[in-house]
Protein backbone atom coordinates (compact mmCIF):
# COMPACT_ATOMS: atom_id res chain seq x y z
CA UNK A 1 0.00 0.00 0.00
CA UNK A 2 2.71 2.28 1.16
CA UNK A 3 4.44 1.68 -2.35
CA UNK A 4 0.92 2.12 -4.61
CA UNK A 5 0.83 6.02 -2.39
CA UNK A 6 4.66 6.55 -3.27
CA UNK A 7 4.12 6.23 -6.68
CA UNK A 8 1.17 7.78 -7.05
CA UNK A 9 2.86 11.25 -5.15
CA UNK A 10 5.59 10.48 -7.44
CA UNK A 11 3.66 10.46 -10.83
CA UNK A 12 1.52 13.47 -9.46
CA UNK A 13 5.02 15.66 -9.09
CA UNK A 14 6.41 14.34 -12.23
CA UNK A 15 3.14 15.74 -14.46
CA UNK A 16 2.62 18.73 -12.58
CA UNK A 17 6.24 20.10 -13.18
CA UNK A 18 6.13 18.86 -16.17
CA UNK A 19 2.70 20.82 -17.07
CA UNK A 20 3.99 23.79 -15.51
CA UNK A 21 7.58 24.13 -18.02
CA UNK A 22 5.10 23.69 -20.81
CA UNK A 23 3.25 26.55 -19.59
CA UNK A 24 6.65 28.73 -19.29
CA UNK A 25 7.51 27.47 -22.77
CA UNK A 26 4.08 28.42 -24.03
CA UNK A 27 3.88 31.75 -22.71
CA UNK A 28 7.61 33.02 -23.64
CA UNK A 29 7.16 31.63 -27.04
CA UNK A 30 3.75 33.81 -27.84
CA UNK A 31 5.89 36.61 -26.97
CA UNK A 32 6.79 38.96 -29.80
CA UNK A 33 10.16 40.95 -30.37
CA UNK A 34 9.35 44.26 -31.94
CA UNK A 35 11.80 47.01 -33.10
CA UNK A 36 11.01 50.35 -30.93
CA UNK A 37 9.60 51.67 -34.10
CA UNK A 38 6.99 48.78 -34.10
CA UNK A 39 6.63 49.15 -30.60
CA UNK A 40 5.62 53.03 -30.89
CA UNK A 41 3.47 52.59 -33.60
CA UNK A 42 1.16 50.21 -32.07
CA UNK A 43 0.95 52.42 -28.56
CA UNK A 44 0.26 55.28 -31.46
CA UNK A 45 -2.59 53.33 -33.04
CA UNK A 46 -4.34 51.91 -29.68
CA UNK A 47 -4.22 55.50 -28.09
CA UNK A 48 -5.96 57.00 -31.36
CA UNK A 49 -8.44 54.07 -30.87
CA UNK A 50 -8.82 54.90 -27.83
CA UNK A 51 -8.90 58.69 -27.21
CA UNK A 52 -9.53 59.45 -30.69
CA UNK A 53 -6.36 61.63 -31.54
CA UNK A 54 -6.33 64.44 -34.36
CA UNK A 55 -3.58 63.51 -36.96
CA UNK A 56 -1.22 66.18 -34.74
CA UNK A 57 -1.90 64.88 -31.66
CA UNK A 58 -0.55 61.08 -32.89
CA UNK A 59 2.42 62.37 -34.08
CA UNK A 60 3.24 63.77 -30.99
CA UNK A 61 2.70 60.25 -29.00
CA UNK A 62 4.14 58.59 -31.64
CA UNK A 63 7.57 60.26 -31.29
CA UNK A 64 6.79 60.10 -27.14
CA UNK A 65 6.48 56.58 -27.45
CA UNK A 66 9.18 56.09 -29.89
CA UNK A 67 11.76 57.35 -27.49
CA UNK A 68 10.00 55.74 -24.34
CA UNK A 69 10.41 52.22 -26.47
CA UNK A 70 14.18 52.59 -26.99
CA UNK A 71 14.07 53.42 -23.18
CA UNK A 72 12.87 50.16 -22.43
CA UNK A 73 14.96 48.15 -24.97
CA UNK A 74 18.40 50.03 -23.30
CA UNK A 75 16.84 49.02 -20.18
CA UNK A 76 16.15 45.43 -20.55
CA UNK A 77 19.27 44.89 -22.34
CA UNK A 78 20.86 46.31 -19.24
CA UNK A 79 19.24 44.40 -16.72
CA UNK A 80 20.98 41.19 -16.90
CA UNK A 81 24.36 43.22 -16.25
CA UNK A 82 23.12 45.50 -13.36
CA UNK A 83 21.86 42.88 -10.82
CA UNK A 84 24.42 43.54 -8.85
CA UNK A 85 24.49 47.32 -7.79
CA UNK A 86 25.09 48.72 -4.55
CA UNK A 87 22.19 50.43 -2.70
CA UNK A 88 23.15 54.12 -3.85
CA UNK A 89 22.83 52.58 -7.52
CA UNK A 90 19.66 50.97 -7.17
CA UNK A 91 18.16 54.35 -5.55
CA UNK A 92 19.84 56.56 -8.17
CA UNK A 93 18.40 54.31 -11.02
CA UNK A 94 14.91 54.16 -9.86
CA UNK A 95 14.63 58.19 -8.81
CA UNK A 96 15.91 58.32 -12.92
CA UNK A 97 13.33 56.16 -13.29
CA UNK A 98 10.86 57.67 -11.77
CA UNK A 99 11.89 61.03 -13.10
CA UNK A 100 11.08 59.97 -16.31
CA UNK A 101 7.77 58.77 -15.44
CA UNK A 102 6.98 62.27 -14.12
CA UNK A 103 8.20 64.01 -17.14
CA UNK A 104 6.51 61.41 -19.65
CA UNK A 105 2.97 62.27 -17.77
CA UNK A 106 3.14 65.78 -18.36
CA UNK A 107 4.17 65.71 -21.75
CA UNK A 108 1.37 63.41 -22.08
CA UNK A 109 -0.91 66.09 -20.53
CA UNK A 110 0.42 68.89 -22.83
CA UNK A 111 -0.48 66.96 -25.64
CA UNK A 112 -4.01 65.51 -24.69
CA UNK A 113 -6.90 67.62 -24.17
CA UNK A 114 -8.54 67.23 -20.39
CA UNK A 115 -11.19 64.37 -21.95
CA UNK A 116 -8.41 62.42 -23.57
CA UNK A 117 -5.81 63.01 -20.46
CA UNK A 118 -8.78 61.88 -18.17
CA UNK A 119 -9.27 58.66 -20.06
CA UNK A 120 -5.84 58.10 -20.43
CA UNK A 121 -5.12 58.36 -16.72
CA UNK A 122 -7.50 55.81 -15.94
CA UNK A 123 -6.48 53.25 -18.97
CA UNK A 124 -3.17 53.23 -17.48
CA UNK A 125 -4.51 52.62 -13.73
CA UNK A 126 -6.64 50.02 -15.28
CA UNK A 127 -3.65 48.13 -16.47
CA UNK A 128 -1.19 48.69 -13.65
CA UNK A 129 -3.86 46.42 -12.16
CA UNK A 130 -4.65 43.60 -14.34
CA UNK A 131 -0.10 43.58 -14.35
CA UNK A 132 -0.31 43.50 -9.73
CA UNK A 133 -3.51 40.70 -10.37
CA UNK A 134 -1.28 38.88 -12.66
CA UNK A 135 1.64 38.94 -10.64
CA UNK A 136 -0.56 38.24 -7.64
CA UNK A 137 -1.56 34.93 -9.05
CA UNK A 138 1.41 34.08 -10.64
CA UNK A 139 2.95 33.27 -7.17
CA UNK A 140 0.18 32.59 -5.64
Excluded: C, P
Excluded at 4 to 31: D, E, P, W
Excluded at 52 to 72: G, I, P, R
Amino acid sequence: MKKIVGMLVLVILVSTTSFAQKQHQKRTANKANFTAEQQAELMTKRLTLALDLTKAQASEVYDLALEKAQEQKEFRADRAKNRDLSDDERFKRKSERLDKQIAHKKEMKRILNDEQYEKWEKMRYKKRKNIQQKLKNKHF
